[in-house]
């Protein structure tokens, strides 16, 4: 692929630059700066996605009958770039990054007819339902069940960790339909309403003090038949194609690259905090591999472009690219030093007005580290993905 860029790509990248710094209100970036996560405040993150969609910036890679931007790959590439160097509040992945390319792929004409929109528009908020408390990265351990009840389903069972599910209004869930030989068999992808009765959700506080992740309960929750996405007991290839997107097929490389550089200007904010020779040894090891890692996904970007997914080589990336990023928050606890230390929940929910201890860099550092461990497990563990690349590359 050509990796050189035109005046034509220099006055794109020059439109979407001026576009971030005109768009990102002191607001905007104050979320940003204060986030303990990978994800923002429902609020933040909807004020930020209203923006990008009345810029028709909010899904570069949906078609374009969808409300995508029919952008080339290089436009896409210097938009992640750009991005990651403005570093604005995330909007929510589950709908418009996974559920919305597998309605695309796998999804019924009126399912994408009927959702798309909204789910652009913000009216249905989407959780996702995967993990159980004895089936996380397994997730053919689900027990879930959903039992046919002439055009319904009835519904019992408990999902966990489920990001924003107190303010979804949506969920796309995996339930048991069926009992297979292989486990994988019998699984179906259903979407249903948060609102339905016999659907409650009970908060798990983070260490930051954040309500970010909730387990809920199912009891005896009627969902038509109609909301499954593909085929019944075959939901395990909807869900493959959907975690091909969670897992990678984005640009990580960029918002890594940033992260290393605020490791190195927090060194720089007092003249007390380590200076050691090894951590910056240390960053520049990892800045290499970063550089390595953005060169495999643009080749995985490309390979999207012909393909539509980017297949096995998701795994690869959300392998590398999770690890990496605990390896830069590992760096940053050591950079913050004593920083890093006092436990300041109530001056990150104020977004630093209420006072605190240190420099506000810092604030975030070590509630970010420990949310980050979950990294390499979310979307399948990288022990998970470690099997994916052994079975469907290697053969084994």
């Known amino acids: 692929m050509e990796l050189s860029f035109t005046a034509a790509h220099d006055r794109f990248r020059n439109d979407v ?10 607001e905007l970036r104050a979320a940003r700066r204060f986030m303990t996560s990978v994800y923002c405040d429902y609020e933040t993150g909807m004020k930020w996605q209203r ?5 028709g910036w909010l899904v570069p890679s949906w078609p374009v009958e969808y409300g995508g931007t ?8 210097i938009f992640n770039c750009e991005r990651a160097r403005a570093n ?24 994408r007819d009927y959702y798309l929109p909204r789910m652009l528009r913000g009216d249905d908020f989407w959780c996702q339902g995967y993990s159980e408390p004895q089936a ?10 959903a039992v046919a009840d002439g055009d ?7 999902k966990i960790w489920t990001t924003h599910a107190h303010y979804a209004n949506r969920m796309f869930c995996l339930v048991r339909t069926g009992r297979f030989e292989r486990p994988q068999m019998g699984v179906t992808f259903l979407l249903l309403d948060m609102k339905a009765p016999g659907v409650s959700t009970q908060p798990i506080r983070f260490f930051s003090g954040d309500y970010e992740q909730s387990q809920v309960f199912f009891d005896n929750v009627r969902v038509p ?23 990678g097929g984005g640009s990580a490389a960029p918002s890594l690259i940033e992260a290393i550089e605020k490791v190195r200007a927090l060194r720089g904010t007092d003249s007390s905090l380590p200076t050691e020779v090894a951590l910056t040894s240390r960053l520049d090891a990892i800045e290499a591999e970063v550089q390595a890692l953005e060169m495999t996904e643009l080749r995985c970007l490309s390979e999207m472009e012909t393909r539509g997914s980017p297949g096995a080589a998701s795994s690869m990336l959300k392998i590398k690219g999770t690890e990496l990023s605990q390896q830069i928050t590992e760096i940053a606890v050591e950079a913050a030093a004593y920083y890093g230390v006092p436990y300041q929940p109530a001056a990150i929910d104020s977004r630093g007005r209420s006072g605190f201890v240190g420099p506000e860099d810092a604030l975030t550092i ?4 420990f949310n980050n461990r979950a990294a390499s497990i979310y979307g399948g563990s990288n022990e998970i993905q470690r099997n994916i690349i052994a079975k469907a590359v290697l053969g084994l």
């Open 136 to 145: 996380g990265s397994d997730l053919a351990g689900l027990q879930t069940a």
């Open 366 to 369: 070590t509630p970010f580290y």
């Open 17 to 26: 630059r001026e576009f971030f710094d005109t768009a990102l209100t002191e």
């Open 225 to 247: 038949r109609a909301q499954v996405v593909g085929e019944e007991n075959k939901g395990w290839s909807v869900t493959k194609y959907l975690l091909e997107f969670e897992r």
């Open 70 to 77: 029919d952008w080339t790959l290089t436009q896409r590439y």
């Open 152 to 158: 319904d389903y009835i519904v019992n069972g408990t």
């Open 88 to 111: 604005p509040p995330p909007v929510s992945p589950m709908g418009l990054a996974m559920l919305g390319p597998a309605l695309l792929g796998c999804g019924t004409q009126e399912q």
């Open 51 to 55: 923006i990008l969609l009345d810029k």
